[in-house]
Nanobody
Framework: QVQLVESGGGLVQAGGSLRLSCAAS????????MGWFRQAPGKEREFAAV???????YYADSVKGRFIISRSNAEKTVYLQMNSLKPEDTAVYYC???????????????????WGQGTQVTVSS
């Protein structure tokens, strides 16, 4: 059973930066598509960024140019570097994967079936 554990959240002022980490229990990072999602209070969970098993990346328009998704196969970890943070970035951030190797490079939300517990990011104005 694949397990994902996020860390790195916290409180930061607008304009600041944070780096989130998603550690995988097995050596999946190099062969699985991995995504970051976020959910703000009272809102639905939304896509933020994805890195495919090929290494291709794709971002939501709301974070493009500010967030960078990357991975370390050796560390079995996926990262989300968040720069120029805004108050509207405040949310619980989740790491997720479809849970199978070499699948779709850009899965739809319903294809993600393994989720971490989430990490809170709060951006103050």
């Amino acid at each position: 059973q694949v397990q994902l554990v996020e860390s790195g959240g916290g409180l930061v002022q607008a304009g600041g930066s944070l780096r989130l980490s998603c550690a995988a229990s097995a050596g999946i990072v190099s062969s699985y598509t991995m995504g970051w999602f976020r959910q703000a209070p009272g809102k639905e969970r939304e896509f933020a960024a994805v890195i495919s098993w090929r290494g291709a990346t794709y971002y939501a328009d709301s974070v493009k140019g500010r967030f960078i998704i990357s991975r370390s196969n050796a560390e079995k970890t996926v990262y989300l570097q968040m720069n120029s943070l805004k108050p509207e970035d405040t949310a619980v951030y989740y790491c997720a994967t479809p849970g199978r190797p070499y699948g779709s490079e850009y899965p739809s939300l319903h294809e993600y079936d393994v989720w971490g517990q989430g990490t809170q990011v709060t951006v103050s104005s």
